[in-house]
Every structure is written in structure tokens, then in C-alpha cells.
Nanobody, 120 residues
Framework: QVQLVESGGGLVQPGGSLRLSCAASGSIFSINAMGWYRQAPGKQRELVAVITSSGSTNYADSVKGRFTISRDIPKNTVYLQMNSLKPEDTAVYYC??????????????WGQGTLVTVSS
């Protein structure tokens, strides 16, 4: 199987920073893109940031200038550096990736989610 394992969530004060990590493991042949989503209480799940196989990035307007997505291809890992955090950033953050397995199965894989709480 293929799994996405997330880490880095927690409690942080407004204005603080966190770095989320998401590592893909298992029978992976290729990952063309990886992204971060979040879902706040009472809100729809939204795309936060995505990085493509070419290295191009895209961000939600609400996080532009504050968040940075990056990747480590050999480690099949994507990161989300979150700076200048605001209370409205509080959400469960999910990692997502389309994966081609070593058996050439196409899968859409989600992480279990990690909670980020921004509060004083």
C-alpha cells in the first residue's frame, strides 16, 4: 500500500511559525504533484498549496506571502512552511498526492490530517 504520513502540527501563538511535513511511503513508482489542504470547523475543505512535478507552485489567496510549499523528491516528501500564523489558519491540514504504484496502479492518496491550532 501507499501511505502519506504527516507531522509538525500543534499549538502555536498568533504570529508564530510551524513547518508541516508529509512523507509518502510504500510501493511508489512516481508522484507527479503533492498538495496541502485544510478544513476549519464549519468550513469546506480548501486547497492551501500545491507543487507540481515541474516545481511550480500555487497558493490560496489567504496564505500567499505567508506559506511556502517545497519538496524533497528523493524522500517523496513535501513541506509546508507556515509563517505569520493567524487564528483563522486553525484547521486540520491534509496532505494529498496522486500516486502511481510500482504495479502501475493510479491512486489518489490522502494523509490522516494533522491539527494546527493558532491561539494565544
Amino acid at each position: 500500500q501507499v501511505q502519506l504520513v504527516e507531522s509538525g502540527g500543534g499549538l502555536v501563538q498568533p504570529g508564530g511559525s510551524l513547518r508541516l511535513s508529509c512523507a509518502a511511503s510504500g510501493s511508489i513508482f512516481s508522484i507527479n504533484a503533492m498538495g496541502w489542504y485544510r478544513q476549519a470547523p464549519g468550513k469546506q475543505r480548501e486547497l492551501v498549496a500545491v507543487i507540481t512535478s515541474s516545481g511550480s507552485t500555487n497558493y490560496a489567496d489567504s496564505v500567499k506571502g505567508r506559506f511556502t510549499i517545497s519538496r524533497d523528491i528523493p524522500k517523496n516528501t513535501v513541506y509546508l512552511q507556515m509563517n505569520s500564523l493567524k487564528p483563522e489558519d486553525t484547521a486540520v491540514y491534509y496532505c494529498n498526492a496522486p500516486v502511481v504504484t510500482t504495479r502501475y496502479l493510479d491512486l489518489e492518496v490522502w494523509g490522516q490530517g494533522t491539527l494546527v491550532t493558532v491561539s494565544s
